[in-house]
């Protein structure tokens, strides 16, 4: 089958990092999406990593290690307005997305 | 930009009626739009895949007659949920891919169905 795992929730100070990890085991792959989604809200896409590796936009970075089939979304200088679900997601090999539970990131001042 | 539309954003209809609901990609052509429904502090379920032009293809346990997917232009699919039961009210969300490989999505705000 196919899933993938990330923590139900994850809390935090404001101005802290914070790491949100993601495991997958799919058929065929071709690259990890992250996406954000606040409450009521539609999810917006983050990063997306085909190659191994760190990507990095402002303070969001996402990674990926292809042979542990694992990658992490990382968020700097958390602000309050960060406070919202985030969704890793695999391109596999039919082109579709294959999306994790999400992890509800609380933040605290 | 990257804009996609999606109206309306709310309905309230009553057991036995239809529903439609568009989505729309606003600056950009859209290859492929996808359907997903979303029921609270869950994940997003895809509902069905469409290309402008051809049929939709649909996820296992999808009903195709319950839930029509038109893809009519590479800026318009509608979704048609049709005699409208209770146990359908969700969040309904559309996406579209500017190529065929759908890892970048862009999200409609989405449409909360409530069948009374």
């Known amino acids: 089958g196919q899933s993938l795992e990330q923590p139900s929730e994850v809390t935090a100070v404001e101005g802290a990092i914070v790491q949100i990890n993601c495991t997958y085991q799919t058929s065929g792959f071709y690259g990890l999406s992250w996406y954000q989604q606040h409450d009521g809200g539609a999810p917006t896409f983050l990063s997306y990593?085909?190659l191994d590796g760190l990507e990095e936009t402002g303070r969001f970075s996402s990674f990926l290690s292809r042979s542990d089939s694992y990658g992490y979304l990382l968020l700097q200088e958390l602000q309050m307005k960060d406070s919202a679900s985030y969704f890793c997601a695999v391109m596999d090999s039919n082109y579709q997305l294959i999306w994790g539970a999400g992890t509800k990131l609380i933040i605290k001042p | 930009g990257a804009v996609v539309s999606q109206h309306p954003s709310w309905v309230i209809c009553k057991s036995g009626t239809s529903v439609k609901i568009e989505c729309r990609s606003l600056?950009?052509?859209?290859?492929?739009m996808f359907w997903y429904r979303q029921f609270p502090k869950q994940s997003l379920m895809l509902m069905a895949t469409?290309?402008?032009?051809?049929?939709?293809?649909?996820e296992q346990g999808v009903e195709k007659d319950k839930f029509l997917i038109n893809h009519a232009s590479l800026t318009l699919s509608t979704l048609t949920v049709t005699s409208a039961h209770p146990e359908d009210s969700s969040f309904y969300i559309c996406?579209?891919?500017?190529?065929?490989?759908?890892?970048?999505?862009?999200f409609g705000p989405g449409t909360r169905l409530t069948v009374t």
């Open positions: 990593n085909g």
């Open positions: 469409s290309n402008e032009g051809s049929k939709a293809t649909y």
């Open positions: 996406s579209a891919s500017k190529g065929v490989g759908g890892y970048e999505q862009y």
């Open positions: 600056d950009f052509q859209a290859t492929t």
